[in-house]
């Protein structure tokens, strides 16, 4: 059975090493367009996005990260997934929002052939404050809004072997009990 989303997210693998190519804004706004789509808790959309092409700028937001945030460096654009958690509902689902829609972008990137990664920001420690209020202090970012990830993307300056079928541990699946 022909399942082309199984075949992109089989071939989806964290890139983290990008060559200096130029991506699109077309293809750029196409892929957000799909992250943009994802479903949110109560039809909140309080998912939102800060893209960030300037590699100063893209310098200078990897070090609000005191681990892991350089390997940003070299990407063409970051995505900021931000959510806004002014009130208790958007706070409750707020993760689980983000996480969802970054997923989403993650695998539409993956369908332009392009590489990136996910880069953690909840509960990180920038330089001197959280991660999370080093970016908003950056980027200009309201304070009803909370930082949970970056996503790099790139022309993929490294190759990774996708995963086949085989490698999918079916054993992992329960049907109605566990």
């Known amino acids: 059975m022909e399942n082309p989303l199984l075949e992109i997210a089989l071939r989806r693998r964290s890139v983290r090493s990008y060559k200096n190519t130029h991506i699109p804004d077309e293809v750029l706004d196409e892929i957000l367009k799909v992250g943009l789509s994802a479903p949110t808790s109560f039809g909140h959309k309080a998912v939102e996005f800060v893209v960030v092409r300037n590699p100063e700028t893209i310098r200078k937001v990897g070090a609000c990260k005191t681990m892991g945030g350089s390997q940003i460096n070299g990407a063409d654009a970051v995505i900021v997934t931000m959510v806004k958690t002014g ?6 689902f707020w993760i689980e929002d983000g996480a969802i829609a970054s997923a989403y972008l993650l695998l539409a990137i993956e ?11 909840r509960n990180r420690m ?18 009803e809004y909370t930082v949970l990830n970056l996503i790099a993307i790139g022309e993929k300056g490294e190759l990774k072997q996708g995963y086949t079928e085989q490698d999918l541990d079916k054993s992992c699946v329960h049907y109605e009990r566990y």
């Open 87 to 92: 009130n208790r509902r958007q706070a409750e």
């Open 111 to 121: 369908q332009y052939g392009l590489g990136a990664c996910w880069v953690h920001i």
């Open 126 to 143: 920038g330089q001197r404050k959280t991660s999370d209020e080093e970016i908003r202090a950056l980027l200009g970012v309201p304070n």
